[in-house]
Nanobody, 126 residues
């Protein structure tokens, strides 16, 4: 069964904004950490942002100050607001989730996550 489904990708000019959404059907969503990763052609999947079950957030340096991760446990959704987009942000963006230990640090590795969405394409034109 599909547990994570991303939406909101598209084509945008440099300097523009997009909001990605991740709809979860996991029963444990309110105890999950949610992460966003991206993968550009020919490159490895890389960490973008994560939000802990506590609501605390952590970002990759490349997106800090431009992207904002959030979650709505009642709606079982995670969002990634992306502002001031750059051509180097072009990639397939993936949502991921895992059960989070309350006292654990931020989960920033691909290997930390057990459940992934199918990805949504973001293209930023110069």
């Amino acid at each position: 069964q599909v547990q994570l489904l991303e939406s909101g990708g598209g084509v945008v000019q440099a300097g523009g904004s997009l909001t990605l959404s991740c709809a979860a059907s996991r029963r444990t969503f309110n105890r999950d950490a949610v992460g966003w990763f991206r993968q550009a052609p020919g490159k490895e999947r890389e960490f973008v942002a994560t939000i802990h079950r506590t609501g605390s957030t952590y970002y990759a340096d490349s997106v800090k100050g431009r992207f904002t991760i959030s979650r709505d446990n009642a709606k079982k959704t995670g969002n990634l607001q992306m502002n001031n987009l750059k051509p180097e942000d072009t990639a397939v963006y993936y949502c991921a989730a895992r059960d989070a230990i309350l006292t654990a640090p931020y989960y920033t590795s691909v290997d930390d996550y057990s459940t992934w969405g199918q990805g949504t394409q973001v293209i930023v034109s110069s």
